[in-house]
């Protein structure tokens, strides 16, 4: 079993940086992707960016050039650094690990991102 927990969200203004980072316990192997997604009111949840165990990483157009995330593999960490932030990055963000042989999807609980002035 695999728990997640996100922290670092909060209420920021347009323009602003905010770092999330999520905490994974549980058995972690070198081959599941962890990353974050998000999901605003009345939206779908999206991808914003994922990353490997051994540093590969994927963005979502939207957040190309403007948040980072990084994975710390011997602590279990993820982080993502968000700059540049704007209003339509207010959402739910969730962090993800997916575990590629068994196609299935661990969540964490969620942390509230709002940029507004």
């Known amino acids: 079993q695999v728990q997640l927990v996100e922290s670092g969200g909060g209420l920021v203004q347009p323009g602003g940086s905010l770092r999330l980072s999520c905490a994974a316990s549980g058995t972690i192997f070198s081959i599941d992707v962890m990353g974050w997604y998000r999901q605003a009111p009345g939206k779908q949840r999206e991808l914003v960016a994922t990353?490997?165990?051994?540093?590969?990483?994927n963005y979502a157009d939207s957040v190309k050039g403007r948040f980072t995330i990084s994975r710390d593999n011997a602590k279990n960490t993820v982080l993502l650094q968000m700059n540049s932030l704007k209003p339509e990055d207010t959402a739910v963000y969730y962090c993800?690990?997916?575990?590629?042989?068994?196609?299935?999807?661990?969540w964490g609980q969620g942390t509230q991102v709002t940029v507004s002035s």
């Open positions: 993800n690990l997916r575990r590629p042989i068994l196609q299935y999807d661990y």
């Open positions: 990353i490997t165990s051994g540093g590969s990483t």
